[in-house]
């Protein structure tokens, strides 16, 4: 696809179909929400599997780079961005790169990074993983990533984005 990543890693959880889970948005009671917590989607499932993801995937990356490389990922398809924070405090050493396509996602990733805090979690880019690498944002170059991830988007998608 034009960029050298070092690692691809998909996980599909093909017994959940989140598009069918309630989606919800986090503060409901609006006098007292802020637009970020506005723009915070929640879903059940990446609540449910954020931590098994990131257990498989310190293993994975530990076997694949060693347990103390620091890495760069980017994150097709972050969704809500609730994997993406969660894997920014659990496996620091990694600098994450979040990505949408839709700006209801891409607003969502924002208020959770920057509600957590976390230095190594950088602000969301809107990516199509239908166009070509070359007209991503972000400069992405043939060094320039470990790892890409990409969580339950591939049983959602029509035959391009594969
Ligand atoms: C089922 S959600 C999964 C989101 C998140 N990874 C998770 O597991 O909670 C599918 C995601 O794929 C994204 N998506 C669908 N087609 C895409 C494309 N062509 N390029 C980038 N993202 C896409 C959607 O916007 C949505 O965020």
């Not at 320039?144 to 990409?150: A, V, Y």
Request: charged content about 20%; glycine content about 6%; proline content about 7%.
């Amino acid at each position: 696809m034009g960029v050298r990543h070092r690692l691809f890693f998909s996980w599909q959880t093909l017994a959940i179909l989140p598009h069918r889970l309630p989606i919800g948005v986090a503060g409901q009671r609006r006098s007292v929400a802020s637009k970020m917590s506005e723009a915070k989607l929640v879903i059940e499932a990446p609540e449910r599997n954020k931590e098994p993801i990131t257990l498989v995937l310190q293993d994975v990356l530990s076997e694949k780079f060693g347990a103390d490389s620091s890495l760069k990922a980017l994150e097709v398809a972050s969704g809500t961005g609730q994997h993406v924070v969660h894997l920014g405090q659990r496996l620091p050493k990694v600098s994450w790169q979040p990505s949408d396509m839709e700006e209801k996602y891409l607003a969502s990733i924002s208020a959770y990074v920057k509600e957590s805090g976390a230095k190594n979690v950088l602000d969301p880019l809107m990516i199509d993983v239908c166009k070509p690498v070359s007209e991503w944002p972000g400069k992405f170059s043939a060094a320039s990533l470990d790892l890409i991830l990409n969580i339950n988007m591939v049983h959602i998608s029509p035959w391009p984005v594969h």
